[in-house]
Nanobody, 126 residues
Framework: QVQPVESGGGLVQAGGSLRLSCVAS????????VAWFRHLPGKEREFVAA???????YYADSVKGRFTISRDNAKITVYLQMNSLKPEDTANYYC????????????????????WGQGTQVTVSS
């Protein structure tokens, strides 16, 4: 198991930026695809962005052009840089890891990820 740990959430005004970090518990993090999902109470968990083992990136249409996912395997960390934040980006953000799939693949479905962090809250005020 990877046991991801998220950090970097907080309160920010609309138009501002935050950078979320997802740190793994194992040095083999480079062998995992990693994704960010977000969740609001009463709603389904929503895909945000994902990065494959070989750093192919995938984004939800709602964040494309504003968010950037990246990874630093030496630091066993995946980042989510969030710019031009909107109130509708408010949610609890989760990092998830998957050890399956090809090197260029990172899924958009929560069911494809076995290891999940506890989440970090992002609140964007208008």
């Amino acid at each position: 198991q990877v046991q991801p740990v998220e950090s970097g959430g907080g309160l920010v005004q609309a138009g501002g930026s935050l950078r979320l970090s997802c740190v793994a518990s194992v040095g083999t993090f480079s062998r995992y695809a990693v994704a960010w999902f977000r969740h609001l109470p009463g709603k389904e968990r929503e895909f945000v962005a994902a990065i494959s083992r070989s750093a192919f990136t995938y984004y939800a249409d709602s964040v494309k052009g504003r968010f950037t996912i990246s990874r630093d395997n030496a630091k066993i960390t995946v980042y989510l840089q969030m710019n031009s934040l909107k109130p509708e980006d408010t949610a609890n953000y989760y990092c998830a890891a998957s050890g399956s799939g090809t090197s260029y693949y990172a899924g958009r479905s929560a069911g494809e990820y076995a290891d999940w962090g506890q989440g970090t809250q992002v609140t964007v005020s208008s």
